[in-house]
């Protein structure tokens, strides 16, 4: 079996949990089957990459998309199964299957439905952009949710979709890459003291990370306890202007808050999980929430919304606390959310309990080589869907 994977992101441009996704899953399906990879800009030596068409280079973003998806289309053939990730690569995977005659399998990392604010980022390319996703769903002959949660997200956005053709397969860590290590240099570089365990945040600037409510929580978290934020890569101007205001404000009244605001190396990003006090995911919307499964595996104990799939990768009480969230009461999460936060960092030891058990339950439950053995039964599950 030859499968082309169509991706935005590809190494050594990643900046989200779909191009991690990837970017652990190619080399695991890889020691079981043929692999091409398709991805979104510059020339790569182990992918075929696609830039936007000159003809749509002052053109909006979603439009530039399609040109990109157009290119991948036409370059897939001699693939047995086309696999796309996220909406910036379902028309092309979509236009793979019709043109080439071969099965189309989206793997569902978020939905447009539930993102709104999309809208501030791209204008009109977010109706394109939903109408790209409607579209390859309504066609898909096989759709992987990365959680339970976000299969009855899939189901209830687009209740046309068949429940047969979608399988969960949870997204997983890469247990080595993401480990408690001992080194420090990285937390010195930055200004944060070793010596101070800290309330750690790692996530682009978006609204769908609830950055805005960690910010108003932090009002009220310890006052010993330093906050570091490594936020970066705002979806608008505007966006990174409020958050960048907010963190002035709350510096006001609580100085020690580190705002890490840039590209960090992984290196650097395992070594601030491995020595964070507890992790802060206060998400509105995750459908698994990578970055989790980051943090337990360098043994620090999370704090997150129970919105998606958290709650099928947090284990509350065990590997950290849940908070729930409620769109219409703000207010309150926001206060609960720093509440958790103050219990698990008044209890130093059972905090080290819940990340040593968060470690176990990503090495236990998350291995990418099962994740890619799943997706191939899946490949072969829409083959037969396709030709039949």
Excluded at 5 to 33: D, F, M, N, Q, S
Excluded at 216 to 232: G, H, I, M, N, T
Excluded at 252 to 259: K, L
Aim: proline fraction near 6%; hydrophobic fraction near 40%.
């Amino acid at each position: 079996m030859r499968t082309a994977i169509l991706t935005r992101e590809w190494p050594p441009y990643i900046y989200g949990g779909a191009g991690v996704h990837v970017e652990h899953l190619v080399p695991e399906l890889r020691k079981i089957i043929d692999v091409d990879v398709h991805c979104f800009g510059k020339p790569r030596s182990d992918a075929e990459a696609h830039p936007v068409p000159d003809y749509l280079r002052d053109a909006n973003a979603a439009l530039q998309t399609l040109g990109v998806d157009l290119g991948m289309a036409e370059t897939v053939a001699g693939c047995d199964v086309a696999h796309s990730h996220t909406w910036y690569a379902n028309l092309g995977g979509h236009l793979s299957g019709l043109l080439h005659d071969i099965p189309h399998v989206i793997t569902a990392h978020s939905l447009e439905p539930r993102r709104p604010w999309k809208r501030e980022q791209l204008g009109g390319g977010y109706a394109i952009s939903s109408w790209v996703e409607n579209t390859a769903y309504a066609n898909a002959d096989a759709i992987i949710a990365v959680s339970a949660g976000m299969r009855e997200d899939v189901l209830d956005c687009y209740p046309f979709v068949d429940p047969e053709v979608v399988h969960v397969v949870h997204n997983g860590i890469d247990t080595q890459a993401y480990r408690k290590v001992g080194e420090v240099d990285a937390l010195v570089n930055h200004g944060v003291d070793p010596d101070r365990p800290y309330v750690l945040f790692v996530g682009r600037i978006t609204r769908q990370k609830g950055i805005a409510h960690l910010l108003r929580a932090a009002q009220q978290f310890d006052d010993s306890v330093p906050l570091v934020l490594c936020a970066a890569s705002p979806d608008t101007p505007e966006l990174g202007a409020e958050v960048s205001a907010a963190i002035d404000a709350l510096r006001e009244q609580r100085p020690d808050v580190h705002w890490l605001n840039g590209h960090l190396d992984r290196s650097d990003v395992r070594q601030l999980l491995s020595h964070a006090l507890v992790f802060a995911c206060p998400s509105v919307y995750e459908p698994l929430g990578i970055v989790n499964l980051e943090a337990m595996g360098c043994e620090a104990p999370v704090v997150a919304s129970d919105v998606g799939g958290i709650p099928e990768v947090v284990v509350d009480g065990q590997t950290g606390l849940l908070v729930h969230y409620d769109a219409d009461d703000t207010v309150q999460f926001e206060a609960d959310f720093a509440t958790a936060i103050n219990e698990v960092v008044a209890d130093p030891s059972r905090a080290q309990a819940m990340g040593r058990a968060g470690r176990e339950r990503a090495i236990e439950d998350f291995g990418w080589d099962a994740i890619a053995a799943k997706t191939v039964e899946v490949y072969r599950t829409a083959q037969a869907v396709h030709g039949g």
